[in-house]
């Protein structure tokens, strides 16, 4: 399919690893022109030398930073313009455990890293989304964020907050033809979840293939396909809702779980 994205400039964050690289590697295949952002300079290096592109630029980025968001706006201005497509990836997974035992620390770090980190650059970002006539945001949601699990709170929260940020901004810039969705997965082949697997494979005295089995068996049953997604399944969505094939589309919640979530 035809996306039409050859003259679209794009941010993409969280794109060391995972969702974010293999968005940041469609858009590219697709022929946008990508700005590609995280935190650690050796691991953005390495994406770039993968990803091998003349229309890739890379910019070290803490998006917890207002003062790093600013300097972002500048490189991203400078290399590609005003953006027509920005996808916030960046997030972390935050603390497990029961509610009584995560102190304050955790919930403040979850949500700096999952929700404000997606606000700030979203309004650094929209006065050349705007501008340009043709936005679109996608903004990386998960399947928690309609189907919390107790031991997972903080990240369940920042989730939620996402959806009804995208939605807000939805109703909000829809007239100036920014379109804003989310994208929710469901336990994605990542570096978060291959931590989250290689602690419970730790815990259980197994390997990580028996930690993933188990985990799909007792805490995600609704998984039919039974077995990990993977990133480029996820980018795929994104880069659908970054396209002009979407463009009566705005203020929706895609889901990428394999029937993960249990209700309509």
């Known amino acids: 399919m035809e996306l039409g994205l050859g003259a679209r400039a794009a941010l993409v964050t969280g794109g060391d690893s995972g969702i974010g690289f293999a968005t940041a590697r469609t858009l ?3 022929g946008a022109r990508v700005v590609l952002t995280d935190m650690v300079p050796d691991r953005l290096e390495q994406a770039a030398t993968i990803l091998d592109s003349d229309r890739l630029t890379t910019a070290v980025a803490d998006l917890t930073d207002p003062d790093a968001v600013t300097r972002l706006t500048g490189t991203v201005q400078d290399a590609v313009g005003d953006l027509d497509i920005l996808v916030c990836a960046a997030g972390i997974h935050g603390p497990d455990g029961d509610f009584h035992e995560i102190d304050d620390a955790g919930w403040h770090e979850t949500l700096e890293s999952n929700l404000m980190s997606a606000v700030r650059v979203t309004r650094a970002m929209l006065p050349g989304l705007r501008r340009g006539g043709y936005g679109r945001i996608v903004l990386l949601s998960s399947e928690d964020a309609v189907q919390p699990y107790e031991d997972e709170l903080p990240y369940v929260v920042s989730k939620a907050g996402l959806n009804a940020l995208a939605k807000g901004l939805s109703r909000a810039y829809g007239r100036d ?28 005295g197994t390997d990580i293939d028996e930690a993933i089995a188990t985990f799909l068996d007792e805490e995600r049953p609704g998984m039919v396909t039974e077995r990990r997604g993977e990133p480029d399944e996820v980018a795929a969505v994104i880069a659908f809702l970054c396209s002009e094939r979407a463009g009566f589309v705005t203020g929706s919640d895609y889901r990428v779980d394999a029937g993960s979530v249990r209700t309509v």
Not at 180 to 200: G, Y
């Open 28 to 30: 590219l295949e697709e």
């Open 177 to 204: 033809g920014v379109l804003v969705n989310t994208v929710s997965p469901a336990f994605i082949a990542t570096p978060m979840t291959d931590e989250m697997m290689r602690r419970r494979a730790q815990q259980n």
